[in-house]
């Protein structure tokens, strides 16, 4: 079964680092592409980048490009979204998703990051 | 504010018919294909709809999409008491996907 599982909540402060998961299963994991999504309470998804873990190629939403940093490690069948400076608005739940031809048609269960200040 | 527009609400009784609308521009809806995603309360969106019209296995026929011009509808026929979900619609602008704010659907 294709089946996308991201890392659990966390709760951090302003200034603090973060790096949150997200690990494929069921698929060949270096062959598609595999993007971020924020979502705030009550907002539609907003698609922040992707990444090619077959070759590491990356691009960014100009609206998150500078503030986030997206990896993918494809030993561990992971990609990554991480935080070198949180900040409160980045409160969110955070959701990776597989691209396919389809779009982007396997999510994972999301991760929710509360920052307080 | 979401670059694609859709109403924040709809509503219906089981068995009833329901359309969803979803306005974007040339750049995107008017240039490239739409997806649809339903949202269940508390859980990741799950894609409904893709290229427009298509379903992904396992989804039921009682939802269809469609697109014209600048514009896309979903409809979902036979209206079902575990329909009551948020619905987003979707497009590719040529350098990233964009999302449309929503619809909460309540089945009355």
Redesign the interface.
Do not use: C, H, I
């Given at each position: 079964e294709v089946q996308l599982v991201q890392s659990g909540a966390e709760v951090k402060k302003s200034g603090e680092s973060l790096k949150i998961s997200c690990k494929s299963f069921g698929y060949g994991f270096d062959t598609y592409w595999m993007?971020w999504l924020r979502q705030m309470p009550g907002?539609?998804?907003?698609?922040m980048g992707i990444i090619y873990p077959g070759d590491s190629d990356t691009?960014y939403?100009p609206s998150f490009e500078g503030q986030v940093t997206i990896s993918a490690d494809k030993s561990l069948n992971t990609a990554y979204l991480q935080w070198s400076s949180l900040k409160a608005s980045d409160t969110a739940t955070y959701?990776c998703a597989r691209e396919s031809t389809?779009?982007?048609?396997?999510?994972?269960?999301?991760t929710t990051v509360t920052v307080s200040s | 504010q979401?670059v694609?527009t859709q109403p924040p609400s709809a509503s219906g009784t089981p068995g009833q018919r329901v359309t969803i609308s979803c306005s974007g521009s040339s750049s995107d809806i008017g240039s490239h294909?739409v997806?649809w995603?339903q949202q269940l309360p508390g859980?990741?969106?799950?894609?409904l709809i893709?290229?427009n019209d298509?379903r992904?296995s396992g989804v039921p026929d009682r939802f269809s999409g469609s697109k014209s011009g600048t514009s896309a509808s979903l409809a979902i026929s036979g209206l079902q008491s575990e329909d009551e979900a948020d619905y987003?619609c979707?497009a590719?602008d040529g350098?990233?996907?964009?999302?449309?704010?929503?619809t909460k659907l309540t089945v009355l």
């Open positions: 993007a907002k539609g998804p907003e698609w691009r939403s959701y389809k779009g982007m048609d396997v999510w994972g269960q999301g | 979401s694609l294909n997806n995603y859980t990741a969106p799950k894609l893709y290229s298509k992904p987003f979707a590719w350098s990233l996907w964009l999302f449309g704010g929503g």
